[in-house]
């Protein structure tokens, strides 16, 4: 008898160490999805404000050159509304993100790229997760506010909105190519002694 109370008293004190072990990994886990979802809901934001501005700008620069009225603050403040269809695509993402706990695997049109590891297939998945009907959306709202602004004639509103959102998109990929590359390396001490000398 005295020997089962205390085998009973070990697996209690065994369970009790593996219960606080559960509690601890589960508060970590859900901490680092807290962060990991408003680190996605910060770039989304600063990928915003970077699109906004970034299309503003060359909007304006394009309907200056083909012979339109170019007024910069009438240039930003159509974009914004025109940028719209891109903010309401980001909230999407980081509403069923936060739904379902996983990640978005083909956002777009990325699905359809190769699922080669090359640098090109990976431009190539870049571009493609930027061309869904929200760009589509925005690249119609770009076209109205183009016409009315610069009183252009409706072909080259058109090419100046295409212009202007496929710059966009490649300056976009481009910068999201560079950042995974600069994450993929891994950098050995002994190579960065190396590089400091």
Sequence with gaps: MGMGGQNQSITTTTDEITSTDETTTSTTSSSSTL???????LGSLVSFVFTWLLIGSLANLLSISFGGQGNTKLSIAFTAWACIPIGIRSIMQMMYVVATSTPIN???????????????????????????IYS????????????VM????????ILIAVLSIVIVILIKS??????EKIASINVSSSLLNTMVR
């Design 150 to 157: 610069t009183k252009l004639d409706k072909k080259k509103s």
């Design 106 to 132: 083909a956002v777009g049109l990325s699905g359809f790229a190769s699922t080669a590891s090359t640098t090109i297939a990976i431009l190539l998945e870049k571009i493609l997760a930027q061309i869904d």
């Design 35 to 41: 962060l990991s979802t408003v680190l996605s809901a």
């Design 174 to 179: 481009l910068l999201g190519l560079g950042f």
């Design 136 to 147: 589509i959306w925005q690249a119609v709202l770009l076209v109205v506010g183009i016409s």
